[in-house]
C-alpha cells in the first residue's frame, strides 16, 4: 500500500456500513431465514448486501470459509450469486444448509406439523438414558418432551424435512434450558429455583416445558423459510462441513466475504452444546480457530494467527488474482497486517464501522473493521 499511512487507511468511518438502531431495526437485521436459530457473532445480513453490490456481479460464486450461521450465503442467494460455505462447526453448517435449503413447502410444513402433533400425543419420553449434560440443564419434563419430538422426527422424516426439524428442535432446547432469561447467552450453571430477572425486573421461574417452543418455533420456522422463498433466486449454494485451512474447494468462487472468530471470545462449538447433546453431531471443536477456552496468552495468539493464515493462504491459492477478499474483523490486537501478508493478500482498503449493539450485557461501544483486500498471485 504505498504511498497510504496506516493512519489514514484506518481514520475512514464507512457511513454506508454503520447503522443506527432506527435506520436498521432489529426486525431487518433478522429477516426471514436470518433468524431460524440464535447465533452469537453473526454479521448483518445487511453488510454482506453492500459488500456484494461493492465488489460482486450477480452470476459470481462468493466463497465464505467461516460461514456460521449461513449470512453470506443467504445475501448471494438473493443477489444471485452462487456460493460455497465452510464451517469446522457441524451445527452451524446444519443451520446454514436449512437456510438455503429450496423447499417444496406444503410438503415440509405439513410433515413439519404432524410431527409435532404425534410428539405432543404421545407425551414425554423417558429421560433415564439421557447424557449427564442433558439431565443437568433441563428439567424432567422439558427434556422428555424434547427426546419425544427427536424419536418422532427420527422415524418419520426424510431429508430435507428432518434437518428442518432438527433445527426447531436444537432452537426449543436453547430456551428450554434451565437458565435465567438474561444469561441465555452465556449459562453458567443450570437455575432450578426462582430468580430476581434483571431483564423484567421481577422474581421468574425457570422453564419447565419445551413443547410450548417446539409449537412456536415450527410455525415461526415455517412462515421465514416461505417468507425468503419469495426471495430467494435458483443460484447453487453449497455448505461444507470442514477444516477451512485445508479444503479443497469444489469450484473456483470469484472472491471471498467473511468474518473471522476472535481469539479468546466464543466458543463457536460450545454455544449450541445441546444440539451436539441432542442431535449426536461430530465434536470437532479441538480445530476450531480462536476458542475462548484457549484464552490469549501469547501462545494462544500464535496458533490464532498461524490458523488464519492457513485458512486465508488456502483462500488466496484457490483464486484469481485480484479476487476481492472482504475480512470483516475486531483486530484489536493487530494481528491481521501479518496474516494479509503471509496468505498473500494486499490490503487496498481498511474501513472502520460503528456496531450497533442494542441487547443487554454486552452493549456499548464498539467498532469493527473490513478489510478489502486483494489476491496478489499465485501463492
Ligand atoms: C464469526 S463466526 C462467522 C459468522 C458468520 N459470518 C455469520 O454471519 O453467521 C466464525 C466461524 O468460524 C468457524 N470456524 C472456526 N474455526 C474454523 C475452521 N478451522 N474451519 C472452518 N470454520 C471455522 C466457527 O465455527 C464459526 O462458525
Redesign the pocket.
Known amino acids: 500500500m504505498a504511498g497510504v499511512s496506516q493512519d489514514a487507511l484506518y481514520a475512514e468511518i464507512d457511513l454506508e456500513l454503520s447503522w443506527s438502531e432506527h435506520e436498521l431495526p432489529q426486525v431487518e437485521r433478522t429477516k426471514h431465514v436470518h433468524k431460524l436459530h440464535p ?1 452469537l ?3 448483518i445480513p445487511q453488510l454482506v448486501e453492500v459488500f456484494l453490490e461493492r465488489y460482486f456481479a450477480p452470476g459470481a460464486c462468493v466463497y ?9 450465503l443467504v445475501e448471494a442467494n438473493t443477489f444471485g450469486a452462487d456460493s460455497v460455505g ?4 457441524a451445527f ?1 453448517c446444519l443451520l446454514s444448509r436449512v437456510k438455503v435449503t429450496q423447499y417444496s413447502l406444503g410438503a415440509v410444513e405439513l410433515s413439519l406439523r404432524s410431527t409435532l402433533e404425534e410428539a405432543r400425543q404421545a407425551g414425554p419420553a423417558p429421560t433415564r438414558d439421557a447424557s449427564k449434560w442433558l439431565r443437568r440443564w433441563y428439567s424432567d419434563r422439558s427434556l422428555g418432551e424434547l427426546l419425544r419430538y427427536r424419536e418422532v422426527a427420527f422415524d418419520r422424516l426424510e431429508d430435507p424435512s428432518l434437518d428442518v426439524a432438527k433445527v426447531i428442535l436444537s432452537r426449543a432446547a436453547r430456551s428450554a434450558r434451565l437458565t435465567t432469561h438474561y444469561d441465555l447467552d452465556f449459562p453458567r450453571r443450570p437455575v432450578r429455583q426462582p430468580y430476581f430477572c434483571h431483564k423484567h425486573k421481577r422474581t421468574c421461574t425457570p422453564v419447565d416445558e419445551s413443547a410450548k417452543f417446539l409449537a412456536r418455533y415450527t410455525a415461526d420456522t415455517v412462515r421465514r423459510i416461505r417468507e425468503f422463498s419469495n426471495v430467494r433466486t435458483s443460484s447453487l449454494v453449497e455448505v461444507i462441513h ?4 485445508r479444503l479443497d474447494l469444489p469450484i473456483q468462487p470469484h472472491g471471498v466475504i ?5 481469539p479468546g471470545l ?1 466458543d ?2 460450545e454455544q449450541h452444546r445441546y444440539a451436539y447433546e441432542l442431535l449426536g453431531l461430530d465434536d470437532r471443536s479441538d ?4 476458542r475462548a477456552r484457549r484464552g490469549t496468552s501469547r501462545p494462544a495468539l500464535r496458533e490464532y494467527v498461524d ?1 488464519m493464515v492457513a ?1 486465508f493462504a488456502n483462500a488466496s491459492r484457490q483464486l484469481s488474482p485480484g479476487a476481492p477478499v472482504v475480512i ?1 474483523v475486531n483486530d484489536s490486537r493487530g494481528l491481521f497486517p501479518d496474516v494479509l501478508e503471509k496468505a498473500g493478500l494486499r490490503l487496498d482498503q481498511s474501513l472502520t464501522r460503528h456496531v450497533n449493539r442494542r441487547t443487554g450485557r454486552r452493549a456499548g461501544q464498539f467498532f469493527e473493521s473490513v478489510l478489502v483486500c486483494n489476491v496478489i498471485g499465485r501463492y
Do not use: M, R
Open positions: 447465533y457473532g453473526k454479521f465464505d470459509p467461516f460461514v456460521g450461521s449461513g449470512t453470506t465452510c464451517d469446522i462447526s452451524n470442514a477444516d477451512s485451512q467473511t468474518s473471522p472468530p476472535y466464543i463457536y462449538h480445530i476450531e480457530l480462536g490458523g485458512v470483516v
